[in-house]
């Protein structure tokens, strides 16, 4: 099995900030760690800058949306959070998630040309059909002001190896379509473009390549909102990067939040 361990390829802070290609502080690298999110909103909440990230070769307690556990194992994956500090509207801020997805689509396509990535709403990328990584976003919210101060962007890429097998229906890894990147040079790119929300949200200028990417438009799908689950097609990405959707009844909703997947043909 392929890992990162048994390489030369191991993660470096020089190498992430040269890729970045601009000033950043020198990532926090971990061998293991419980989850990267966990230790950037402690990191967050003690003033560290925009651009501050945390990596690690492994996660004991990685998880995605609703606290799901998230496979991360040792050298086989780029785990890493970001923190960012965007001047953004409040209203604005639900749209990192959505920018995010598609600044990881944008780098791997960067290191890897051949690649073309797809995003199910409003988090996972997907190639070929099956999850290839995960994001979660996670705010922190500022006491004097009750207003967000920081968010956490935690990022996960299956990037070689084999993955447990309840996984391997449903998801892959970069090194089925492709031979993966320097983990180094996919931080770097990452974080580079990351520290373009604040202009590319406030302007809506990467709505237009986030909706030619989200592969749900039009679809028949099972959405899961709070405790409920429904059946809905999806009619378009709005300009807040919401869902336009219709019920079975005709009824026509937004939806801002929730999960949705694939409805096949019979119901499953």
């Given amino acids: 099995m392929m890992s990162f361990l048994d390489s030369e390829d191991r993660l470096n802070g020089r ?18 760690i419980d989850s990267t ?63 995010a997805a598609l600044a990881l689509c944008e780098s791997l396509e960067a290191l890897c040309p051949s690649l073309d990535l797809q995003v199910k709403w409003v988090n996972d990328v997907y190639l070929r059909g099956k999850k290839l990584a995960g994001i979660l976003t996670e705010s922190i919210i500022s006491s004097s002001v009750q207003s967000p101060s920081a968010a ?25 379509a492709v031979a993966p990147p320097s983990r180094n040079l996919l931080a770097g790119e990452i974080i580079k473009r990351l520290l373009r929300a604040e202009k590319e949200i406030a302007s809506g200028t990467y709505l237009a390549r986030y909706r030619r990417r989200c592969f749900i438009l039009s679809k028949d799908v099972w959405v ?21 959707i219709q019920l079975p009844s005709g009824e026509k909703r937004v939806l801002r939040a929730g999960e949705v997947s694939i409805r096949m043909q019979g119901g499953a």
């Avoid at 190498?15 to 293991?32: F, K, V």
């Avoid at 990037?159 to 089925?176: H, K, M, V």
């Avoid at 709070?226 to 336009?244: I, P, Q, R, W």
């Fill in 15 to 32: 190498q992430i900030q040269r890729s970045a290609g601009c000033a950043i502080p020198m990532p926090e690298l971990h061998t293991c």
């Fill in 37 to 99: 999110n966990i230790r950037a909103k402690l990191l967050a909440a003690d003033g560290a800058e925009e651009g501050s990230a945390v990596l690690a070769d492994a996660q004991t307690a990685g998880h995605g949306r609703y606290g799901r556990p998230f496979f991360s194992g040792a050298g086989q994956g780029l785990y890493m959070s970001v923190i960012l500090r965007p001047r953004l509207d409040f209203v604005l801020w639900p749209q990192l998630t959505s920018f």
């Fill in 152 to 176: 956490i962007v935690g990022i996960g890429v299956n990037l070689c190896g084999r993955l447990p097998e309840e996984l391997q229906p449903i998801a892959c890894t970069l090194d089925s």
């Fill in 224 to 244: 899961q909102e709070g405790g409920n689950t429904y059946e809905a097609t999806v009619l378009d990405l709005l300009n807040d990067a919401s869902l336009l």
